[in-house]
């Protein structure tokens, strides 16, 4: 494994108590960050914390829905109080909605989709940007999804949504392209994890034959690609979308 150096920094990761964030705060941690968990889960917030800390990671957790803003406000707070810092943000928390055409899919279901996977990740960095703008430094990196490029049938609320965390970034990078504040985004493929509990066999076997390398990816890889993005050697890419589909995405 290659060393990344994230000494000296702290960094906030959401949805970090399982799969993919899981997979993150462990290199980051593994590369000398302190770590804020972000998550809805208690129990498995304290879990993960516990086995963190018992590798000698800095960790801090907070409980929270992240599409209530008072609460994501609150929590930056926090951060900022615990670790006097935040130099990192990693928006991974996201849910899948399950699978259907779009027109049988319940209005409510679609919405809270959109809630999770692209309204949050905005409220968070409107949250914790400011503090990185004033510092003259920081790294965000958003964990899209290819399905946000391409557009996978019976997920139009997960497409949309990760299309919109693809269009987040472009935005946002340019905003403060000149502030010493890079926001990148990560297009993966699947990786097994939780989420596939919300899908069916079918879209999962739809996924899976995309790939011309024929597995999916590991959350290790996507950490490694998260982690070099948020660390100092990444200093001339801002606004990028970096795949991660074993050859899917070859544009």
Known sequence: M???????????????????????????????????????????LAETKA????????????VLDLTDAVAVDAAAAEVLKHHGRCDILVNNAGITGGNAPTWELPVDQ?????????IAPYLVCRAVVPGMIAAGY???????SVAGKEGNPNASHYSASKAGLIGLTKSLGKELATKGVL????????????????????????MLAKIPMGRFVET??????????????????????FDVTG?????
Not at 4 to 18: F, K, N, P
Not at 138 to 144: C, D, P, T
Not at 183 to 206: D, G, H
Not at 247 to 251: D, F, I, L, P
């Open 2 to 44: 290659n060393q990344i150096d994230l000494a000296g920094r702290v960094a906030i990761i959401t949805g970090g108590a399982r799969g993919i964030g899981l997979a993150i705060a462990e290199r980051a941690a593994s590369s000398g960050a302190a770590l804020a968990l972000w998550d809805m889960d208690a129990g498995k």
């Open 51 to 62: 086995s963190l800390e018992a590798e000698g990671a800095k960790v801090s957790t907070h």
């Open 110 to 118: 679609w919405r809270r989709v959109i809630e999770v996977n692209l």
């Open 138 to 144: 920081g790294r965000v990196i958003n964990i899209a």
């Open 183 to 206: 926001v990148n985004a990560i297009a993966p493929a699947a990786a097994k994890t939780e989420l596939f509990a919300q899908m069916t066999e079918e879209q999962i076997a739809y």
């Open 220 to 241: 290790s890889e996507i950490a490694a690609m998260t982690c070099w993005l948020a660390s100092e050697d990444c200093s001339f890419a801002t606004g990028a979308v």
């Open 247 to 251: 050859g899917r995405a070859v544009y």
